[in-house]
T-cell receptor, first 114, second 112 residues
Framework: NAGVTQTPKFQVLKTGQSMTLQCAQD?????MYWYRQDPGMGLRLIYY???????DKGEVPNGYNVSRLNKREFSLRLESAAPSQTSVYFC?????????????FGPGTRLTVL | GQSLEQPSEVTAVEGAIVQINCTYQ??????LSWYQQHDGGAPTFLSY????GLEETGRFSSFLSRSDSYGYLLLQELQMKDSASYFC?????????????FGQGTELSVKP
C-alpha cells in the first residue's frame, strides 16, 4: 500500500496563476483533509471531506477550492495564486471522521508563489 | 476561539526522559492528539487521549487532565532518532468532520 500520495512534490507559480494539487489514498478511508504548514508553524486545516460527496471549510479556506472526486481522491485548487499561499501543503486521510481517529499524512507539496 | 500552547524548543540528552507540555483553551474540548514530524516530512500519529490519565505506547506516553486543560507527551530512553517536531492537536466535541486544531509544535533536539 502506498498510503497517501500527493503530486506534485514541488511547484513554483507566478502570482495569479492557477494550479491543482492532487491527493489520493489507497486505504479505503472515508475522510480526507487538506492542511497548510508555514515555516515554524503547526498545520492549519484548509478544507476537509468527512465522506465521499461532502466537503466543508476548515480554518483557512479563503483562496482555495476542493473537489472530492471519488472515495480515493481529494484535490485542492488555487484559482489565482498569491505570495501568501507559499507554504507546504499536506493531504491526510482517516478511516472515518470520529474524534481521535488517526490521520495519515502524505509527503507534502512545497509550493512557492513569486 | 481555540488556542494551544506548547514550548517552541526542548533539548535533552540521549537516554534521558523528556516531557513536552501542551495547554489548551477551547470550548467543547473532546480529545488531545500528538503527532511527530521529522524535518518537515509527513506528520505521523503518536497517541490520543480523550479521558484523564496516562496512555502508554512503548517508549512514549501521553497524559491528559481535562480539569486543568493540560496534557503532555513523555518520551523515555531518548534516542537520536527522536529529534523531531512534536505537535499537540485538539478536537472538538461536535467533531465537525474530524477537524484537528494543531499547536505550533515543539522542536526536540536530542544530544549525544
Amino acid at each position: 500500500n502506498a498510503g497517501v500520495t500527493q503530486t506534485p512534490k514541488f511547484q513554483v507559480l507566478k502570482t495569479g496563476q492557477s494550479m491543482t494539487l492532487q491527493c489520493a489514498q489507497d486505504m479505503n478511508h472515508n475522510s480526507m483533509y487538506w492542511y497548510r504548514q508555514d515555516p515554524g508553524m503547526g498545520l492549519r486545516l484548509i478544507y476537509y471531506s468527512a465522506s465521499e460527496g461532502t466537503t466543508d471549510k476548515g480554518e483557512v479556506p479563503n483562496g482555495y477550492n476542493v473537489s472530492r472526486l471519488n472515495k480515493r481522491e481529494f484535490s485542492l485548487r488555487l484559482e489565482s495564486a498569491a505570495p501568501s499561499q507559499t507554504s507546504v501543503y499536506f493531504c491526510a486521510s482517516s478511516e472515518r471522521d470520529d474524534d481521535g481517529n488517526e490521520q495519515f499524512f502524505g509527503p507534502g507539496t512545497r509550493l512557492t508563489v513569486l | 476561539g481555540q488556542s494551544l500552547e506548547q514550548p517552541s524548543e526542548v533539548t535533552a540528552v540521549e537516554g534521558a526522559i523528556v516531557q513536552i507540555n501542551c495547554t489548551y483553551q477551547t470550548s467543547g474540548f473532546y480529545g488531545l492528539s500528538w503527532y511527530q514530524q521529522h524535518d518537515g516530512g509527513a506528520p505521523t500519529f503518536l497517541s490520543y487521549n480523550a479521558l484523564d490519565g496516562l496512555e502508554e505506547t512503548g517508549r512514549f506516553s501521553s497524559f491528559l487532565s481535562r480539569s486543568d486543560s493540560y496534557g503532555y507527551l513523555l518520551l523515555q530512553e531518548l534516542q537520536m532518532k527522536d529529534s523531531a517536531s512534536y505537535f499537540c492537536a485538539v478536537s472538538h466535541i461536535y467533531n465537525q468532520g474530524g477537524k484537528l486544531i494543531f499547536g505550533q509544535g515543539t522542536e526536540l533536539s536530542v544530544k549525544p
